[in-house]
């Protein structure tokens, strides 16, 4: 209770402190979620902004937001005019008010490919004797972070369809015992050392560890992933503007996003090598039935 308090304090703070911003008083208004702050982030979002302003011919402004409450909040009162979310928190913001989804930006690392078919993994020891998803009822299974995409929602997910089975039988009756390790790579290596029989990642975090050293190469077995035949896509994030933006800023805000090329800019955005691309509600079709599913509370989808 007491943090819902804290955190509803903390968007009637923010909201209070842009009110009267927007473009509506001749400026255009940014709201970034809390992500790392530092001077070289500073810089980066400063010569974005400063082409954006010349793009549109208006000043432009941003905002540092208090958590993502905060942030869906403004955008959808009206109180900024621009805001990039996670794709969680986009199904949020469009059940709390009129927002548009007016680019996507495209995340190159999280695609999928022949040599990549997966967003996220099922891992097994080398002498388990598990060889499929067949084999893992019973079994003891270890998920990463309860709030973390492919480390538990995805796989989650997929056994919910894969084997017809509700989130109750999953967390209590499927298997012999429901583990989470805390991260990713605790996961594989829990898997590694037999503490789980079977254990969700992402996928490239047993490469790595062979790399380092913290395993051997083979300790490990890709056993089942989710990929994109689960009818979720996770290689896109959302950059959404507040509804009633007029038409012509519109179309200057679209075609100054579909044709920006700055390599150091996306990088520092998590996209390296990626590129606005026009919306796309599809895309995010997929998570929203994923959260149905799995029951996924505000709190839940909101989670950092």
């Known amino acids: 209770m007491k943090k819902v308090i804290f955190s509803m304090l903390g968007v009637a703070l923010f909201l209070l402190l842009i009110s009267g911003c927007g473009a509506s008083n001749n400026y255009f208004t940014i709201a970034y979620l809390p992500v790392e702050d530092s001077t070289e982030v500073q810089e980066i979002r400063g010569q974005f902004q400063e082409n954006l302003s010349e793009a549109i011919g208006m000043e432009v402004k941003e905002f540092q937001t208090t958590s993502y409450s905060a942030a869906i909040e403004a955008v959808s009162s009206g109180k900024v005019d621009m805001v990039m979310l996670t794709p969680f928190s986009y199904i949020v913001a469009k059940s709390k ?3 548009e989804l007016i680019a996507d930006l495209t995340i190159p690392s999280a695609a999928v490919s022949e040599e990549k078919p997966y967003y996220s993994c099922f891992f097994s020891g080398k002498d388990s004797g598990i060889e499929s998803l067949d084999d893992i009822k019973g079994k003891i299974i270890a998920f990463g972070d309860p709030v973390s995409t492919t480390g538990h929602l995805l796989p989650k997910y997929k056994l919910t369809q894969e084997f017809d089975l509700t989130v109750e039988e999953i967390e209590n009756t499927y298997f012999k015992d429901v583990m989470f390790s805390g991260g990713h790579d605790k996961t594989v290596i829990g898997v590694a050392q037999g503490t789980y029989d079977v254990g969700a990642a992402y996928c490239e975090i047993s490469t790595i560890l062979e790399d380092k ?3 051997e190469s083979g300790d490990v077995k ?7 035949e689960s009818g979720i ?12 933006l007029n038409d012509e800023l519109k179309t200057s805000l679209q075609n100054f996003l579909y044709s920006y090329e700055d390599p150091a800019y996306f990088e520092n955005i998590g996209a390296k090598g990626g590129a606005y691309v026009p919306g796309n509600e599809t895309n995010y ?7 149905d599913t799995l029951g996924l509370t505000e709190e839940d989808l909101l989670a950092d």
């Open 233 to 244: 896509s996770i290689g896109t994030t959302p950059l959404v503007v507040r509804s009633g």
């Open 285 to 291: 079709e997929g998570l929203k039935k994923l959260s």
């Open 222 to 228: 890709v056993i089942g992933g989710v990929g994109p």
């Open 97 to 99: 008010g009129e927002i």
């Open 213 to 215: 050293g913290v395993i």
